[in-house]
């Protein structure tokens, strides 16, 4: 039988603070502001945050003018709350405080004697409404940090806050035990929100009862915003039993979402890993259906796409057709660098996307911090793009970069391997890496693959003094014998993990039909003058057209020519474009080892995966091997500028 206090049921008014009452069927949430992307830690509660027009007894409740704390407490002070929906108003504005000026105590104000009285006459009034008592404990919990109390309160002389909140978790458990059907889902997601999001410490008991209540209501859910608060609770997305439940008021709310709602839904589902490809096509689908995107959605669009692993090729290219018509709407740096940052992680090819990013790079680069400048040039390197058309932004970098202003050695090595990557980094620089206590600051406090990983960066930056700037380079010997000291299965894990391995496998064992590699190979290594990655290393007489065994080999031959062999799987490959004129490019790291490798005597040869797949059976991938390292010549795997300027 549901409990004397819990047994009168009254509405809940429209309001408009972080934390919600009941469910509407009428949301309206505006577009995000393309000029700010918030942190994925926050995206859900700021679109709980806008109003969700709520159609409720509006009487019932308290419109307050403040606008700042002062003039908020001196309201309550004057003529405190007379009832459960007039503290709701109080809680809902303080909720919105908060936001505004995170120094003011705001735990401490609640704690005073004179709020936790009215506290205590207004929500633990028998009479109380049940859904705004939950709304009003979501809202003290998300700004509450419980302490011990004093003695006074422990012998209850004086009323204390955390006795109040008890009670009333305490009122919660009991009524969703007896009568659950009086409890909105609505209240109850900003309740579990809010303890998850302040880890508020509550009895296993209780939250047992609240999270096995959840998901009896899904089915109420009938706004968008309440399906994104039920994707920020793992307990809830990761049910295997709650999956298809989900997936179903996802399907069935899709339709009356608008672009900001459908946007946010598919970010949070890439937050909470809910990865369904079924689902997130249709979402897709949807959002394509809508035929425009701020920038800022662009934005997170494309960072989930990467967290997810979820590659969708039409929607993909919506996306990236959408950023350039957005891009003036960028005036943020971190906007613009969590977008080349996406799309430069997923691989993305496009070249005359690439184009417009490193143009307004170039145009606003004199606005950027140094850390700023230093992400965008990084990831516009990454993808291969030809120096020409960065060459402005990458100048000032390496004008402005310097080692002291950099604290971590890590973060400064990458600065320079990108100029390094764009043919674009100063000498000076360079040489900061080989300096005997730069390496030792490298190594600290990193396991052995990171420590290898950052070693072989420093002995490709050695190759671009030795290669591109023509000085004579000294490395350091425990540098070398590091890197030499590794396993053929530790180098080639560096470069092929799991996901790719049987294809590098499937690779050789197509390659042992040309030569026989146990005579004419040399093992995959981390060539020691340029740093490169190579599966292999052949050798080929020019004059008979045929490959001679290792042993063959005499450098004073000018006959013979050293072959280094590159197999690029998906892991250093852009993804192919549906336009077929953009060819997939390998990523910057790999073009500037070409480039190395080439001025060192190697003819590289860089074997396509892409180009293997084009290919019926292991027969014909074979033959394309054997005229890829027979006929081809070598060539500069930076690609020409005309491809990027290209105006279609």
């Avoid at 004179?114 to 705004?132: G, I, Q, T, Y």
């Avoid at 494309?302 to 039409?314: I, V």
């Avoid at 070249?351 to 400048?373: C, F, I, T």
């Avoid at 060819?583 to 073009?591: D, F, L, N, P």
Wanted: proline share 6%.
């Amino acid at each position: 039988m549901l409990p004397r206090c819990w047994r009168a049921f009254r509405p809940i008014r429209r309001h408009v603070g972080q934390l919600r009452a009941t469910s509407s069927t009428k949301p309206a949430v505006p577009e995000p502001n393309p000029e700010i992307i918030e942190g994925f830690d926050g995206f859900i509660n700021d679109l709980v945050d806008q109003t969700t027009n709520i159609q409720q007894d509006a009487g019932k409740f308290r419109h307050l003018n403040s606008t700042t704390f002062n003039g908020f407490a001196k309201e309550f002070q004057s003529r405190p709350p007379a009832d459960e929906h007039e503290m709701l108003s109080f809680l809902d504005k303080l909720v919105a405080l908060t936001k505004l000026d995170k120094t003011i105590p705001y735990g401490k104000w609640l704690e005073s004697e004179a709020v936790v009285s009215s506290l205590n006459a207004k929500l633990l009034h028998p009479e109380a409404s049940p859904n705004v008592v939950v709304a009003c404990l979501a809202a003290i919990v998300s700004i509450y940090t419980p302490r011990k109390p004093t003695a006074a309160e422990d012998d209850r002389l004086v009323p204390h806050l955390s006795t109040t909140v008890t009670q009333l978790f305490k009122r919660v458990q009991e009524c969703a035990a007896d009568n659950p059907g009086v409890l909105d889902i609505s209240p109850l997601l900003s309740l579990a929100l809010a303890m998850k999001h302040n880890e508020f410490e509550v009895d296993d008991a209780v939250r047992k009862e609240l999270f096995a209540l959840l998901p009896k209501k899904i089915d109420d859910i009938a706004a968008p915003r309440l399906l994104l608060m039920v994707f920020e609770l793992h307990e809830l997305v990761h049910d295997p039993i709650l999956r298809d439940k989900i997936e179903g008021k996802v399907d069935e709310l899709l339709p009356i979402m608008n672009t900001g709602e459908v946007v946010s839904l598919f970010v949070a589902s890439a937050k909470t890993g809910f990865r369904n490809v079924k689902m997130h096509s249709r979402m897709a689908e949807t959002v394509i259906a809508k035929r425009s995107l701020t920038a800022n959605q662009c934005a997170r669009l494309l960072t989930s796409l990467d967290l997810l692993s979820f590659y969708y090729p039409r929607f993909l290219q919506f996306i990236e057709g959408q950023i350039p018509q957005s891009l003036h709407e960028i005036t943020r740096w971190n906007t613009f660098n969590t977008i080349t940052m996406a799309l430069a992680k997923i691989k993305v090819n496009n070249p005359n996307l690439w184009y417009y990013l490193a143009q307004w790079a170039n145009r606003h680069n004199h606005k950027a911090s140094v850390p700023e400048l230093s992400l965008a040039i990084s990831s516009l390197a990454l993808v291969n793009i030809p120096p020409e058309i960065i060459k402005t932004a990458a100048n000032r970098l390496s004008e402005v970069l310097k080692p002291k202003g950099v604290k971590n050695p890590a973060v400064w090595l990458n600065s320079v391997h990108s100029l390094a990557m764009l043919n674009q980094l100063p000498g000076r620089m360079a040489e900061t890496l080989l300096e005997p206590t730069f390496l030792t600051d490298l190594s600290r406090n990193c396991s052995d693959e990171l420590r290898l990983i950052r070693f072989i960066k420093v002995l490709q930056v050695a190759s671009y003094l030795k290669y591109d700037l023509h000085q004579d380079v000294k490395i350091p010997e425990d540098l070398l014998n590091l890197i030499q000291s590794k396993s053929e299965e530790v180098i080639t894990g560096l470069r092929h993990r799991k996901n790719v391995h049987s294809e590098r496998l499937e690779f050789i064992k197509n390659l042992s039909l040309i030569i026989p590699p146990e005579s004419h190979l040399l093992a995959a290594q981390i060539e020691p003058n340029t740093g490169a990655y190579v599966d292999g290393i052949l050798y080929f007489q020019k004059s008979t057209k045929r490959f001679v065994p290792v042993k063959s080999f005499d450098a004073k031959n000018k006959d013979i020519e050293k072959v280094a062999l590159i197999f690029a799987t998906h892991n250093i490959l852009t993804k192919p474009d549906l336009d077929e004129r953009n060819k997939t490019r390998v990523i910057g790291e790999v073009a500037m080892n070409c480039r190395h490798l080439n001025r060192a005597g190697f003819r590289p040869v860089v074997v396509r995966k892409h180009d293997l797949n084009q290919f019926a059976d292991n027969l014909e991938q074979t033959r394309f091997i054997k005229t890829l390292l027979l006929e081809s010549t070598a060539k500069d795997e930076t690609p020409d500028v005309s491809v990027f300027e290209r105006q279609d």
